[in-house]
T-cell receptor, first 114, second 115 residues
Framework: AQSVTQLDSQVPVFEEAPVELRCNYSSSVSVYLFWYVQYPNQGLQLLLKYLSGSTLVKGINGFEAEFNKSQTSFHLRKPSVHISDTAEYFCAVTIRTGANNLFFGTGTRLTVIP | KAGVTQTPRYLIKTRGQQVTLSCSPISGHRSVSWYQQTPGQGLQFLFEYFSETQRNKGNFPGRFSGRQFSNSRSEMNVSTLELGDSALYLC??????????????FGPGTRLTVT
């Protein structure tokens, strides 16, 4: 079975400061990894994904994430946040055998303070 | 391309009633998945339909069901509603797989409130 842990339920950060949102996963098989963002009253938007290859993945809106196999982590980072980054962020995994269901973490609420 | 559309966006029902939610996928996407999002349980996978067949199912009671039509549009139905069914129901349509990976695109969701 797969599981995803997002250690921080809420992260407040000042505008233009860097931020890291943490994600750890557990799986007995190889997985693909994703970060999604959810703005108020909207669905989920894909920020970035890790499939294979380089462990540093760049996504939209200036976000990047680093895959660490030994620590089973996939932390999301942004060097300088904006007010518009205030949203809920979800880490997710899916197994690599063609299954089409995502397992999500519980989410991290990022609040950017002016 | 138009995105994933879900109707209605908001719905209020009474305990014991049933409800049907609709999802229209992105043109060309044949796979549709449904998720339930609640504050307590987070985002949970309900089921996936591909070519009018349920291909994968999460751990939900039989009151939750779905179907897919020949044009890939999908509906989900919840019978005998309970207060705990109040949630945001998200639909996602998927690209044809590349290297075993389906990339999911989410709709805005239907907010169901059960009173």
């Amino acid at each position: 079975a797969q599981s995803v842990t997002q250690l921080d339920s809420q992260v407040p950060v000042f505008e233009e400061a860097p931020v890291e949102l943490r994600c750890n996963y557990s799986s007995s098989v190889s997985v693909y990894l994703f970060w999604y963002v959810q703005y108020p009253n909207q669905g989920l938007q894909l920020l970035l994904k890790y499939l294979s290859g380089s462990t540093l993945v760049k996504g939209i809106n200036g976000f990047e994430a680093e895959f660490n196999k030994s620590q089973t982590s996939f932390h999301l980072r942004k060097p300088s946040v904006h007010i518009s980054d205030t949203a809920e962020y979800f880490c997710a995994v899916t197994i690599r055998t063609g299954a089409n269901n995502l397992f999500f973490g519980t989410g991290t609420r990022l609040t950017v303070i002016p | 391309k138009a995105g994933v559309t879900q109707t209605p966006r908001y719905l209020i029902k009474t305990r014991g009633q049933q409800v049907t939610l609709s999802c229209s996928p992105i043109s060309g996407h044949r796979s549709v998945s449904w998720y339930q999002q609640t504050p307590g349980q987070g985002l949970q996978f309900l089921f996936e339909y591909f070519s009018e067949t349920q291909r994968n199912k999460g751990n939900f009671p039989g009151r939750f069901s779905g179907r897919q039509f020949s044009n890939s549009r999908s509906e989900m139905n919840v019978s005998t509603l309970e207060l705990g069914d109040s949630a945001l129901y998200l639909c996602a349509s998927s690209t044809p797989p590349t290297g075993g990976l389906y990339e999911q695109y989410f709709g805005p969701g239907t907010r169901l409130t059960v009173t």
